[in-house]
């Protein structure tokens, strides 16, 4: 007689498979330690083996709301490919759904997943500390140039080719139209910010010089890098908006620079 540990692996081990006969143990031991009829057996075993898909569909479908009302029907498939192809391995649903948009590939609606999974992401990203305007006021003219940033946890950079925009402020994504992608990948910025989930598309010039800061890049260097997109005249006054609009929406955590070390 299995004892109840063995009787719950191998159960499990049935429910996980990709089909309720492919199994190790004979569907008829297996199905004697659920019940002692046969069919009533049978149908409760059924009950857990389908249950369980269809949660892990509805984690899916949760993770990505959007992708699911504008795939429609074909969410379903999707959903159905990506459990064979990525079973559950983690204690927590949280993150079942992390490999749909490597799946999806390079398409609209890769993009989408990839965008969607970025904003849980960052709903989930840890606090922090924000910089705020008044901050700025105390630095000496001097700390300037070699000042650097640290960057809220939740700031996500995507390079996405799929026009979203319009898709994500629809109140009905599924009644949306064609989804139009364009030639060249757009920058968006995704973040957390008075426990609301944000993005925006970035100008070149913006993605450039946030993904540099959050390299390490100095405000001097910023202003350097600036000088590719406007004249020199404006660069101080572009890097400053910038830094300012940063402020303004949290994403600066903090600032350091070498008189503070």
């Known amino acids: 007689m299995p ?19 492919r199994t190790a143990m004979p569907p008829r031991a297996l199905l004697k330690l ?6 009533q057996a049978a149908q409760r075993a059924g009950i857990y083996h389908t249950a ?24 379903a498939d999707i959903a159905e490919r990506y459990r064979r192809a990525h079973p559950s391995r983690h204690p927590s649903a949280r993150w079942y759904g992390r ?17 969607e999974w970025a904003l849980g992401e960052a709903f989930d990203a840890a606090d922090a500390d924000a910089v705020v305007i008044e901050d700025l006021a105390g630095l000496p003219a001097d700390a300037w140039a070699g000042l650097g940033f640290a960057f809220d946890p939740s700031l996500r950079l995507l390079s996405l080719k799929t026009e979203l925009a319009a898709l994500l402020a629809a109140e009905s ?11 060249d990948a757009a920058d968006w910025l995704v973040w957390r910010h008075r426990r609301q989930t944000r993005w925006r598309v970035l100008s070149e010039d913006e993605a450039a010089c946030l993904r ?7 405000f001097e260097a910023l202003c350097e890098q600036l000088c590719r997109w406007h004249p020199p005249e404006h660069v101080a006054q572009r890097a ?14 903090s600032l350091h620079h070498p008189a503070m070390r």
Not at 99 to 115: E, I, Y
Not at 212 to 218: I, L, T
């Open 3 to 21: 004892t109840l540990a063995q009787t719950q692996r191998q159960l499990q081990r049935w429910i996980l498979s990709d089909s309720p006969h």
């Open 34 to 39: 659920i019940a002692d009829e046969p069919k």
């Open 52 to 75: 369980y898909r269809l949660r892990l569909d509805e984690v899916l479908a949760n993770d990505y709301p959007v992708l699911a009302a504008v795939a429609g029907e074909t969410f």
């Open 99 to 115: 490999h749909l948009p490597a799946m999806l590939g390079d398409s609209a609606h890769g993009d989408l997943a990839c965008l």
């Open 173 to 183: 994504p599924q009644h949306h139209g064609p989804i139009e992608r364009r030639p």
């Open 212 to 218: 540099s800061a959050r390299a390490g890049a100095s």
């Open 240 to 253: 400053a908006g910038l830094l300012k609009r940063w402020i303004v929406d949290g994403l600066v955590a």
